[in-house]
């Protein structure tokens, strides 16, 4: 049964820093792009960040790039989500997803349940 | 970046009908699309992949169609579980991009 626990949420100041982690279990870690998707309060999904199976390749949306670091630890088959220079419009559960390759597209085929993070002081 | 835009916002129906959900695409995104259901308190799940592939476990009532810029989830019965809000998204390029969301509510 595939698993995917975050944590690391929690209130942060603006301009503070949190990091975030998902425990994976029930797959090949290894073999799966991992990806975190967020949702402010009351809002849709928004992409944040992907990375490659071996951790070589990753990619940021807009609002992440250059605060925020996707990292991965295959021997502990835990993904991460290293987030600085936080600001309000960071609030948002922060969800864990692994990814399913179809043969031409990884897509978000299992979500975590997430976890919350508010940026306020 | 590739925006998609859902219509409708909302959509009001009872069960036993069917729904008809769409995505449009601001650029061609060939079959690279695929449709979310998210409940309320939960996490989304996977519905349909590369425009038109259910997912594991997804019942044959969800069905997805369309390629380019046009693409169409249809629930062709509805039950009383599927009242949720469903996201379309796109894996054309970089950035990946989600709609914002088509609310289906019982009438």
């Known amino acids: 049964e595939v698993q995917l626990l975050e944590s690391g949420g929690g209130l942060v100041q603006p301009g503070g820093s949190l990091r975030l982690s998902c425990a994976a279990s029930g797959f090949t870690f290894s073999s799966n792009a991992m990806y975190w998707v967020r949702q402010a309060p009351g809002k849709g999904l928004e992409w944040v960040s992907s990375i490659g199976g071996s951790g070589d390749s990753t990619h940021y949306g807009d609002p992440g790039k250059g605060r925020f670091t996707i990292s991965r630890d295959n021997s502990k088959n835990t993904l991460f989500l290293q987030m600085t220079s936080l600001r309000a419009e960071d609030t948002a559960i922060y969800y864990c997803v692994k990814g399913m390759y179809s043969g031409s597209d990884w897509w978000f085929d299992f979500w975590g349940r997430g976890t919350l993070v508010t940026v306020s002081s | 970046e590739i925006v998609l835009t859902q219509s409708p916002a909302t959509l009001s129906l009872s069960p036993g009908e069917r729904a008809t959900l769409s995505c449009r695409a601001s650029q061609s995104v060939s079959s690279s699309l695929g449709w979310y259901q998210q409940k309320p308190g939960q996490a989304p799940r996977l519905l349909i992949y590369?425009?038109?592939n259910r997912a594991t476990g997804i019942p044959a009532r969800f069905s997805g169609s369309g390629s380019g810029t046009d693409f169409t989830l249809t629930i062709s019965s509805l039950e009383p579980e599927d009242f949720a809000v469903y996201y379309c998204?796109?894996?054309?390029?970089?950035?990946?991009?989600f709609g914002q969301g088509t609310r289906l509510e019982i009438k």
């Open positions: 998204q796109h894996r054309s390029n970089w950035p990946i991009t």
């Open positions: 590369d425009a038109s």
